[in-house]
């Protein structure tokens, strides 16, 4: 009877021994090079995609395969290359306003390159926009006229011809026929010439029940820039509103808003609902016709020379920066007001005035971060505000409170992950925590103890996943 226990007990034990033993990964050399000659024959193909995803799996069966890893490299940079053509090429088919191709080439390039970021974009970018689009303007396509003809015509620029293309599908924005009726989409918040009453609704909704503000613009005037005169001065002298210089800006097509110069035409749109302070002034109405600063007309010497000498100076160009900048302080508009007193700073580093308003605006950017739970951009705008001065006694306070915050919220988040088993975002949080201050708390105990176990449950399921294999 004792030796049967005996015996069992050994029995046991040996069960307990080999249960906890950790299986062995073994190698599948043999699987690795059926891999490897798979993505031969997809290579002698020319399908260098398929070539690449064999040579990947090779190597991630057998890691220390260099004839993979060295395949797997020069094959990836050979379609990050082929990507980059196709991208190239259908950026020019979009410029010609030729989608259909444009669309093709993109996709290609994409297949080469799943992460080719531009092509992604040009995918979504203008969708993205149109997909907005709630209401529309019909026009019956009359002799003469293009899409470019008509985005002057109804948005005051002929470069938005885009959105009337790919609102109406066109697969080539050149070809359109008198008589076609086209759709004028109406984009929400840019200026459209057309009276409400034109304004349709794919629903058959009233427009004016629908939300999403509609700025139709009656007609409008053309000004001259003259010396000291900047866009929100023009704001103000037509519509007793600074702040509306952005309507300006949409209908002229402006990227920068102080890029305005002495003897530049300018039009001011009269936008319905808003008060329009242009007595006296001829208004006008779009032509279906490009803007006159794509007639090139070559100039005498004589005429070149009175165009530089009235080329504003560059304290003129300073000063319109710096006061657009105090403008959009004043409007707690922080982010953008910087971005104004930088290019004042970049051409006079010493502007006193300027380097104090400077100072003010990253500090309060950096309030209105820190507000965000943003705390290290926050940081970077009080240690940013301690540049241009020196004696901002809250700023290292803010800093400390910044990076304490930050430690905080990460390490709490990676508990909450450890918690619920989530050790891969557990791990995530506090490595940032861990980058900033190693030793914060017990951070650096938690994750070893996070990628142990990790490490022990992937080990677990690959070789469950080889088990099955064989």
């Not at 050979?78 to 093709?104: S, V």
């Amino acid at each position: 009877m004792k030796n049967k226990r005996g015996i069992i007990g050994v029995v046991i034990l040996l069960i307990v021994i080999v249960g906890c033993a950790q299986p062995a990964v073994k190698r599948r050399p043999d699987l690795a090079e059926q891999y490897t000659a798979k993505a031969a024959e997809y290579e002698a193909r020319g399908d260098l995609i398929e070539a690449l995803e064999q040579y990947r799996l090779a190597v991630t069966v057998d890691p220390e395969n260099q004839l993979a890893q060295e395949k797997s490299v020069e094959i990836e940079q050979e379609l990050n290359e082929r990507a980059e053509k196709h991208y190239e090429a259908g950026l020019e088919f979009h410029q010609k306003g030729q989608y259909g191709e444009a669309r093709k080439e993109f996709l290609m390039a994409l297949r080469c390159n799943p992460d080719h970021a531009e092509a992604k974009d040009m995918l979504t970018s203008a969708s993205k926009e149109i997909e907005q689009v709630r209401r529309f303007i019909p026009h019956i396509i009359q002799p003469g006229e293009t899409i470019s003809t008509l985005a002057d015509r109804y948005y005051g620029d002929y470069r938005k011809f885009h959105l009337i293309a790919e609102y109406n599908e066109l697969e080539d924005a050149t070809k359109v026929t008198v008589g076609e009726e086209i759709k004028i989409p109406v984009l929400e918040g840019m200026p459209i010439m057309a009276a409400p009453g034109e304004i349709q609704t794919e629903t058959g909704e009233a427009p004016e029940s629908m939300p999403g503000e509609i700025i139709t613009v009656k007609s409008y005037v053309t000004h001259t820039v003259q010396p000291g005169e900047s866009l929100s001065k023009l704001a103000q002298m037509y519509y007793g509103d600074y702040k509306k210089f952005d309507l300006i800006v949409k209908f002229n097509g402006l990227e920068d808003a102080t890029s305005v110069q002495f003897g530049q035409q300018i039009r001011i749109p009269e936008v319905d609902g808003f008060p329009f302070l242009a007595e006296g002034k001829a208004r006008e109405t779009i032509q279906a016709e490009p803007p006159e600063s794509l007639v090139k007309v070559e100039k005498t010497p004589s005429e070149k020379k009175a165009v530089v000498e009235e080329q504003p100076t560059v304290e003129d160009q300073l000063a319109n920066y710096r006061e657009l900048g105090i403008e959009l302080f004043e409007n707690k508009q922080y982010a953008e007001a910087i971005s104004e007193f930088d290019k004042v700073l970049n051409a006079n580093p010493k502007d006193a005035v300027t380097r104090e308003y400077l100072a003010k605006s990253h500090f309060q950017q950096g309030l209105v971060l820190f507000n965000k739970e943003d705390y290290l951009a926050a940081r970077g705008e009080f240690e940013t505000t301690l540049d241009y001065d020196t004696t901002c006694d809250k700023c290292e306070e803010n800093i400390k409170k910044c990076e304490e915050m930050y430690k905080n919220a990460h390490y709490d988040k990676g508990l909450s992950h450890f918690e619920n088993e989530e050790l891969a975002d557990a791990i995530r949080e506090w490595e940032l925590v861990d980058a900033l201050d190693p030793t914060y708390k017990d951070v650096d105990k938690n994750l070893k103890k996070a990628r142990t176990l990790q490490e022990r449950l992937e080990k677990i399921k690959r070789s469950k996943k080889k088990d099955s294999q064989e």
